[in-house]
């Protein structure tokens, strides 16, 4: 089997600039709705408590919210979380002053939320309960903050040190261009982004930039081989070469996705789906957006081969015989 | 060519070999089980081992194992009697021995003699109750201080040095003087009795003043012993509930981190552990009693507390006054049992405490016989008063507490002493419960999904590389066995999240045969012989394999840093996915691909799909530049 037969260059470089306009308007549009609204973050960032109840059989959600309402809770959030007899309540930090207090709040409130279930239909059964606390999802969010950046400066660092800073540049805002999709998406769909979908971020960023290096790695080859290449040539030789093992990479590793996605259930769905973005734009943005940038950057040939040639000048060093 | 030498074949089998003996208890499956172990004094030794039997032969239970494990009995039997078997033992064994419900692997004894172990499965896994909670460190500071200023109090008094006052302000104890030599010889004093605290002199208006603060180690080695001294009273909590290895570990400064698997009723282990209690012994300001009875303070119900004094409810109701200066801390109780009087009848309450515990309640109760003593829980800062009984003699370290309604009055007394020795309240600041179903759930889906994945990588390797399709897959699949053995080695906490990291890594591994296997075919193209094609594709594409791999282990070990409990898990395994992927993807599959194709003279074609068609570029291909 063969899925790719190219048996010339394809112009990626000659169109760049309408990739690049595509990249622009979706990061745009991800920015866009960052702001419009915001990412629908989990208790473990904001604080709170969740509790998931089953049934016996499906429930009604806006029984649910009715019964917690005339209860008194505020700001309770009901769903259906899989399968129809589990529902997710949500319930946001209460404000109280000094932390003892907001502990004993909380309490009371998942007892109270527990009580008029009950009292509608007695079937129901408490089955996970989280709870954090206002400082612990301050926390959490920092340390999620600290370790994109990490991420980011190693990478970076990497890069610098494997190729030339240009490329590092050029790998990380086109993958960090990806993030800001990806969180894009979370925000417009209002999907929960939780701890486990962060990770899920993280590792894509390092997952992407290896597109990043197995591009530049080749062109670096097609610079030392094809001498009287231009830039864009090499560039998209470059590309068209390593396109076949790109898209089946990814494909293979979004089969694994797509069976977490599928079969994970809902604690797995949201991590696998942030998965699944980040693998699509992956694939474009590490190469059609990471290429383009490094060329704008001025990458030259020069720029690759200047190791190299320190290498061949070695043998002319003659040391005196004794 | 493309021969490996034997000792390759030697790590590769011995790595695959291990690898399998430390993956294989994970296929035993789990039986239930009852453990015992001894609390306090009682240790599980081989007479008790012989007592269990007999107990259990009394009951007429059968099991299918009892076995002494360091200082744990373990028994295994079916699941029906297993509830059967810890009542039976528990009724026999009594207050001194926790009898818990667990589960033990079923994989066999000379596996578990190498140190395989199952993974230990994480509480999203296996349900189960975790905590975070903080210690509330000001509060032992600010009781600290409280105590240095009822010292300083004595010292001056014992050496007749006259002050103007002593005062507390924050964490500062404060001492006016009129004269200066008075202040000299206060410093003095202090300095030699108290070398924890700090000394600074001033000057206002009228006074010397004689500021005094603990100095920083001090400080840091209270706010030591106050986390050390909660994570033994919740040990200790936790051990009550008779739960078998439960965990209970300090996370960061002022944190403690509990985890209960396979807790059967989260409510209950909550309720013990959010007990966020400290015990305190205090005088009863009986000055301002009127009258001996239980209403004996009953006009303070609206009143204010006079000072000196603080006013409290007790576990019947009814107004206590206390006095301010603490006898005994919970911290000097070293137990607490039931027991029974047998001079006036009726139920009691044995109190150990440790020697400092002991010589201040022997210098109060000189001083204060017949007068009456409060034991006060604070529990989340409001203090209940659960007992006053009279001090009916001198007594030091071992004393007793009569007049109990009934023995199940002692026993909660009892358990309360025992368990409530807290140095500072503690708060929940995290709190996670998963029933044990979801658990089970859990598993399943993170399974089915890892083994779906799995499924569809190989029929798309198979179809699309062939014989090396094939090859990519068996490495794969080592890769799958190298991981679990590692992280069974490791006795890593397998979450969740753990689960998505072991699929998509693998989902990320496969990227380096695939590597290697359009390498290969590109050099097939470009008009290599096989035996080269092979050569020199996996040696290409070692070098981005290796790149790859790093960048993806920065993201790994970012997560791993700033990570927090599920995610620390999936860190953990993308961290050491990597290791493996590299290993069975270069050394693994190009160990198999040497023994078909290695030391061949003719092979005029590989099996990895179609590469009949000239490379698409070369430079020959462009067009040539002037």
Redo the contacts between chains.
Sequence with gaps: ???F?????IPFMRHALVFNAISFITFLLAVFFLWYTPLHLSIEFTGGAVM?VKYDKPADIEQIKEVLTKAGIVGAEPIKFGTSQDVQIRLPLKAAEG??DQ??AMEKLKDTVMTSLKSVDASA?????????G??GKE?AT??A???L??CI??MA?LAI?FEWRFAVATIIANLHDVVIILGFFAFFQWEFS??V??AV??I???S??ES??VF?RARENFR??????TE?IFD?AI??TI??TI??H??????????L????P??HN??LA?TIGICFGIYSSVLVACPLARYLGVSREDFVKTEKKKEGEPEVISAAP | MNKYPAWKYVVIVTALVVAFFYTAPNFFGESPAVQVTGLRANKADAALVTRVQDALKAANLTTTSVLLNGEVIRIKMDAESQLKVKDALQAKLGEGYVVALTKLTNSPDWLHKMGAEPLSLGL?LRGGVHF?M?VDMKFAVNKAVDRYTGDVRVMLRDKKIYHNGISKDGENIVVRFKEETELKRATKEIETQAPELALKNSQDAAEFVLTAVMKPETQTKLRDSAIQQNITALRKRVNELGVSEPIVQQQGQERILVQIAGCLD?AQCKEVIGRTASLELRLVAEDQASGQNIDAFERYRTEPAPFGTDKMIGSRGEVVLVKKQVVVTGDKVTDAQPGFDSQNGGSTVNVRLDSAGGRAMLQTTRENLKRRMAMIMIE??KPEVLTWPVIQGEFGPQFQISGMANPNEAKNLALLLRAGALAA?M?????????P??GA??IA??M???L???A??TV??I??YMLFGVVSVIALGANLLFLIAILSMLQATMT??GI?AI??T???A??AN??IN?RIR?ELRNGMSPQMAIQTGYDRAL??II??N??????????L???????RG??VV?CLGIGTSIFSAVMVSRGIVNLIYGGKKKVSKLLI???A??K??S?K??P??A
């Design positions: 089997m063969e899925f037969r190219i048996k010339k260059s998931e932390a003892e502990n004993k059964t408490l089955v996970r309960n989280d709870f954090v606390g400082q612990v959490l340390d999620g600290m370790a994109l990490f991420v190693g990478i990497y494997r701890l486990p962060l990770a993280l590792a960023l390092g997952y930039v290896n290096v197995v790695d081989k094809m001498r009287r290449a231009t040539e030789a068209t070469g076949s093992r089946i990479t494909g293979l590793t979004q089969m694994m996705v797509l069976a977490m599928i079969l994970g259930g604690t797995l991590f696998a998965l | 999203d975070l903080e989260p989340n800062d309240p708060k929940i600041i995290e709190e996670r419960s998963i029933g179903s979801l759930e859990n889906k993170g089915n999904s890892l779906f994945g799995f569809l990588i798309f390797m179809a699309y969740l999240p998505a699929a998509l693998l989902g990320m496969i990227d695939v590597l359009e590109e070098d981005t790149d790859s790093i960048t993806t282990l920065i993201a790994g070990l970012a997560l840093i700033w990570g927090s409990g599920p995610v999936f860190a993308h799909g179609n590469v068609w000239a698409p570029v430079e291909s462009l040539a530049k």
